[in-house]
T-cell receptor, first 113, second 112 residues
């Protein structure tokens, strides 16, 4: 069945460094790729997303790239700060709502001060 | 705009009991999806409601059910609880015809 693989499962960086999380999806019909940040005791928060007709999108310190041919997309966080520490989830969707959305297993990011 | 709210935030139940969780979507959002989050299985889709109708359902047993009211508030029910039902239950709301989902804080269910 459809799946989304996410790597690495854990990432530890020094404050100020960059962090990169990568995801690969299997369903070529996927056309929407959101990224969520989940802090302890909270629900996932949408931080950035990209659609299949776009190769890259940036919002301040975070950016997402999409390679449709290779079916992979990545999250880049620059100038990391301790408050970036959280679990990050990627997802691939081919429709509206939750039914056609497949989530990656998550990456736990630690930013050391 | 207020975000998605879920009640209660924490629940402790024993095996065999049933439980009802509630979700209030963002004002104007008519689609509500429910997810189960566990360390082992990650985020798994339970079902989605739109305009009081279940639009889609994931691969969960019939013990898991839900409904949506005319004001778009949704409830999910789990009957005959099992230890493996211990999880964080999340709901997410979406505006009609859009991909973006906005999650609530979740209900942490512990089954003893």
């Amino acid at each position: 069945g459809e799946n989304v693989e996410q790597h690495p499962s854990t990432l530890s960086v020094q404050e100020g460094d960059s962090a990169v999380i990568k995801c690969t999806y299997s369903d070529s019909a996927s056309n929407y790729f959101p990224w969520y940040k989940q802090e302890l005791g909270k629900g996932p928060q949408l931080i950035i997303d990209i659609r299949s007709n776009v190769g890259e999108k940036k919002d301040q310190r975070i950016a997402v790239t999409l390679n449709k041919t290779a079916k992979h997309f990545s999250l880049h966080i620059t100038e990391t700060q301790p408050e970036d520490s959280a679990v990050y989830f990627c997802a691939a969707s081919k429709g509206t709502g939750g039914f056609k959305t497949i989530f990656g297993a998550g990456t736990r990011l630690f930013v050391k001060a | 705009k207020a975000g998605v709210t879920q009640t209660p935030r924490y629940l402790i139940k024993t095996r065999g009991q049933q439980v009802t969780l509630s979700c209030s979507p963002i004002s104007g959002h008519r689609s509500v999806s429910w997810y189960q989050q566990t360390p082992g299985q990650g985020l798994q889709f339970l079902f989605e409601y739109f305009s009081e109708t279940q639009r889609n359902k994931g691969n969960f047993p019939g013990r898991f059910s839900g409904r949506q009211f005319s004001n778009s508030r949704s409830e999910m029910n789990v009957s005959t609880l099992e230890l493996g039902d211990s999880a964080l239950y999340l709901c997410a709301s979406s505006s009609t015809g859009t991909n973006e989902q906005f999650f609530g804080p979740g209900t942490r269910l512990t089954v003893l």
